[in-house]
Nanobody, 123 residues
Framework: QVQLVESGGGLVQAGDSLRLSCAAS????????MGWFRQAPGKEREFVAV???????DYADSVKGRFTISRDNAKNTVYLQVNSLKVEDTAVYYC?????????????????WGQGTQVTVSS
């Protein structure tokens, strides 16, 4: 079992930056593929970023060049640096741990989820 706890969200203005954190307990995150997803009001949860076991990364087109996923194995924590925030980035952001690489862009690829952290971007 892996327990994930996100933090770092908040209310910011368009153009600002945040660093979201996902701290894990129970097992080391290096064993897992790590993903970030988000869910905006009235919308389905969507893929944002993923880092696999070799630390290769991939991003949704909407966040490429603005968001960066990283991992600190010593702290057993995954981060999502979010820059140049836009109003449309407003959502609850979730981190997830999984092992189904073929489903890395979909929720079913992940077995463990955090509770989410709210990011609200004002214009």
């Amino acid at each position: 079992q892996v327990q994930l706890v996100e933090s770092g969200g908040g209310l910011v203005q368009a153009g600002d930056s945040l660093r979201l954190s996902c701290a894990a307990s129970g097992r080391t995150l290096s064993r897992y593929m790590m993903g970030w997803f988000r869910q905006a009001p009235g919308k389905e949860r969507e893929f944002v970023a993923v880092m696999d076991w070799s630390d290769s990364t991939d991003y949704a087109d909407s966040v490429k060049g603005r968001f960066t996923i990283s991992r600190d194995n010593a702290k057993n924590t995954v981060y999502l640096q979010v820059n140049s925030l836009k109003v449309e980035d407003t959502a609850v952001y979730y981190c997830a741990a999984g092992s189904a690489y073929g489903f890395r862009y979909r929720e079913i690829g992940y077995a463990y989820w955090g509770q989410g952290t709210q990011v609200t971007v004002s214009s």
